[in-house]
C-alpha cells in the first residue's frame, strides 16, 4: 500500500504543475492569437490599399489615354493646355505605377507579372502611332492588369481568412 504522505506529495506536486504550466500554456496561445490578428490586419490593410492604388493606376491610365487622343494626332504632337495636363497625368501615372510596385513583392511570379504589364502598358504611350492603337493595346492591358490585381487580391485574401 501506498503511504498517504507520498499520497498527498503527489497530490501537492501536481497542482503545483498545473499552477505554473497553465498560465505558461495561455501565455502562448494568447501571443500566437495577437500574432495572428496583428498580421490578418496588416495583411486586409495591405488588400485595402493595393485595391485603392490600382483604381487610381486604371482611371489615370484612362484619364492619361484619352488626353493623348487630344495631343497627340497622325503622330504629331500639337502643343496646347492639353499638353501640359498629358504630362501631368503621366507623371501621376507613373508615380502610382511605382508606389505600387514597393508595395508588392517582386519574387513573386503574380506580382512580377503585374510589374510587366505597368511596363508594358507605360511604354504604349511611347511608341502608339495613332490613336485606335494605343486605345486597343491600353484596354487589352488594362483587362489584364484588372484580371491579375483581383487574382493577388483574391490570394491575399484567403490567406487573412486562414489567419496567416
Known sequence: MIDASVIGFISAMTALLASVTAPLVTLYIGRAQIRASVKSANRQKWIDEFRELMAHFCGQLTATTQLWERVVHGG????????????????????????IRLLIDPSDEGHKRLISLFGEVLSRFKNATSVDELRSSVDDVSKHIVELSLAIIRREWLRVQHGE
Open 76 to 99: 504629331e504632337v500639337r502643343i496646347s493646355a492639353d499638353s501640359d495636363a498629358l504630362i501631368q497625368n503621366y507623371e501621376r501615372l507613373i508615380y502610382t505605377a511605382t508606389k
